[in-house]
C-alpha cells in the first residue's frame, strides 16, 4: 500500500523494497492476529549494539522470528537468531519465514518456513 502512495512503482523481488515489504507483512500478520485472537503477547525486536538483529521477539523470548524474503535462505541470514541463542539460551522456538519452497530444521533447531506456512501456523496458534 505505502508504495503504492508513494509511486514507487512495482516492487522488484530481490530489491530491498521487496524485502522491507515482506518484513511489513509479516509484522502486520503477527500483530493482527495478536489482536483478533486476544493473545495480549508483548512484541518486540532484539538488537545488538553491532547490528545484528532479529525481527520479532514474541513475549519474554518465547519465539523469535527472523523475516527474509529469499528463496534460499543461508548461513549468514541465521547469525541473527543464533546470535540470540547464545546470549539468551532460553529462548524458545527460533523461526525463519522466507520465501523457500518447503519447511525444514537447521542442525541447531531453527525452523525455516515458508510465508504461506506461517500464516497457517500462525493462525493454529503455534507462535502465541
Aim: proline share 3%; hydrophobic share 40%.
Amino acid at each position: 500500500m505505502v508504495n503504492h502512495l508513494t509511486r514507487r512503482g512495482v516492487l522488484q523481488p530481490g530489491s530491498e523494497l521487496y524485502g522491507k515489504a515482506f518484513e511489513n507483512w509479516v509484522f502486520h500478520e503477527l500483530t493482527a492476529h495478536n489482536a483478533y485472537s486476544d493473545a495480549f503477547a508483548r512484541l518486540s525486536y532484539w538488537r545488538l549494539a553491532s547490528g545484528m538483529e532479529v525481527d520479532f521477539v514474541i513475549d519474554d523470548l518465547r519465539v523469535a522470528i527472523e523475516a527474509k524474503a529469499t528463496r534460499k535462505v543461508t548461513t549468514d541470514h541465521l547469525r541473527g537468531l543464533r546470535n540470540l541463542a547464545q546470549d539468551h539460551p532460553r529462548v524458545g522456538q527460533r523461526v525463519m519465514v522466507c520465501l523457500e519452497p518447503r519447511n525444514r530444521k537447521t542442525d541447531d533447531g531453527i525452523l525455516i518456513i515458508p510465508a504461506r506456512e506461517f500464516c497457517e501456523r500462525l493462525r493454529a496458534d503455534d507462535f502465541f
